[in-house]
């Protein structure tokens, strides 16, 4: 157990509003990062942080911002959700070198 | 872009048998990974395997990689019912400096592995 936690675990959402998912660690580790998985695309890399308030962009950063203010808080943002950000999301820590998921969070954009 | 070819796309077995799971890749990696994911759970990792090792064991699980192919493969021995999952192949890129971890997934081999 790599103590990861994510939250919400599930969310249903309308088009347009604001979703923010948490991911937070117990273990005080430097990277963290955010995935979505889709079928058909496996994960896919959104942002990544490297450090408290270090953070860059991944494959598919458009439409999310990320922040990280703690150590252990690693925060994805949808400032407007759309229908295609429907995924199933994944927050990773790093370890080295090896990375350990949460249990993910089901997001869905009506 | 997607690194990670993963092949075959579905595997089925009986227990008792070996599978065996290939990835390509297309740029220069400082690693490779294996991951496993049951039905609706998250990843676990597997397996690491740098750029300069050639094979790696864990268990039942035998890595090999051949960075003048851009290939790795997956062999799980004496496979198990409980094995059934999707794996997923995940290369790390060389960028040279620092390695900032930046994963990119293949789109997985889910096998299921019948008793």
């Known amino acids: 157990d790599a103590g990861i936690t994510q939250s919400p675990r599930h969310k249903v959402t309308e088009t347009g509003t604001p979703v923010t998912l948490r991911c937070h660690q117990t273990?005080?580790?430097?990277?963290m990062y955010w995935y979505r998985q889709d079928p058909g695309h496996g994960l896919r890399l959104i942002h990544y942080?490297?450090?408290?308030?270090?953070?860059d962009k991944g494959e598919v950063s458009d439409g999310y911002s990320v922040s990280r203010s703690k150590t252990e808080d690693f925060l994805l943002t949808l400032e407007s959700a759309t229908s295609s950000q429907t995924s199933v999301y994944f927050c990773?820590?790093?370890?080295?070198?090896?990375?350990?998921f949460g249990p993910g969070t089901r997001l869905t954009v009506t | 872009s997607q690194q990670g070819e993963e092949d075959p796309q579905a595997l089925s077995i009986q227990e008792g048998e070996n599978a065996t799971m290939n990835c390509s890749y297309k740029?220069?990696?400082?690693?490779l990974q294996w991951y496993r994911q049951n039905s609706g759970r998250g990843l676990v990792h597997l397996i690491l395997?740098?750029?300069?090792?050639r094979e790696k064991h864990s268990g039942r699980l035998r890595v090999t990689l051949d960075t003048s192919k851009k290939s790795s493969s997956l062999l799980i021995t004496a496979s198990r019912a409980a094995d059934t999952a999707s794996y997923f192949c995940?290369?790390?890129?060389?960028?040279?400096?620092?390695?900032?971890?930046?994963?990119?997934f293949g789109q997985g081999t889910i096998l299921t592995v019948h008793p």
């Open positions: 740029t220069s990696i400082n690693n």
């Open positions: 395997i740098r750029s300069n090792e």
């Open positions: 995940a290369t790390d890129a060389y960028a040279g400096g620092t390695s900032y971890g930046k994963l990119t």
């Open positions: 942080s490297y450090g408290v308030k270090d953070t």
């Open positions: 990773a820590i790093r370890v080295l070198g090896e990375q350990y």
């Open positions: 273990e005080n580790h430097r990277y």
